[in-house]
């Protein structure tokens, strides 16, 4: 896979990396998901309300969307629970790398979970960094499959918003 074509992949799919493979596949395929979603509408507001004073949204490269928190060099990432912290964190991961790898610069990062008043520090270190790289290389692996991964019920399934499609 061509470094171009993996620094692509955004960091919305590491995050379902961890979950759901075959969501990996849906989602990169552009096949559109049940958008009235409680879950989806429920993040989508959380990072509505919470820390806008203190944070800035930036589009970098047409890739990737990340929050800043002004006057220091790291990026922010609200969730709206630590349920699925391994996900988040290295959807931040993916970031941090993505700014050392594609702009040079080494950053830190915080995930930010209002409801529960929590704020989880995550450093690019060296394992990261290469489980990051495993990452990508098993993403764009998933992304060439002719068809999604089978669906394996997992408890997330019950807020899939391609829960009909899975399961119907
Ligand atoms: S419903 Fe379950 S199997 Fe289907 S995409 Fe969602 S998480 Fe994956």
Redesign the pocket.
């Known amino acids: 896979m061509r470094y171009e074509d993996r620094i692509s992949i955004g960091g919305t799919l590491v995050w379902y990396y961890y979950?759901?493979k075959?969501?990996v596949w849906?989602i990169g395929h552009g096949i559109e998901a049940e958008q009235e979603n409680d879950y989806i509408l429920l993040g989508r507001y959380i990072q509505e309300i919470f820390y806008t004073r203190k944070r800035k949204e930036i589009m970098i490269d047409n890739t990737i969307k990340i929050d800043i928190l002004p006057g220091r060099k790291v990026i922010g990432e609200i969730k709206k629970s630590s349920k699925f912290l391994e996900s988040a964190k290295m959807q931040v991961v993916f970031y941090l790398y993505y700014m050392k790898r594609e702009k040079g610069i080494d950053m830190e990062g915080v995930l930010l979970i209002p409801e529960e008043r929590k704020r989880i520090k995550v450093s690019l270190t060296p394992e990261l960094e290469r489980e990051i790289e495993e990452v990508i290389e098993d993403i764009g692996r998933i992304l060439k499959l002719e068809k999604p991964p089978k669906?394996?019920?997992?408890p997330?399934?019950k807020k899939?918003?391609?829960?009909s499609?899975?399961?119907a």
């Open positions: 979950i759901c075959r969501e849906l669906a394996v019920k997992i997330y399934c899939c918003a391609y829960r499609m899975c399961w």
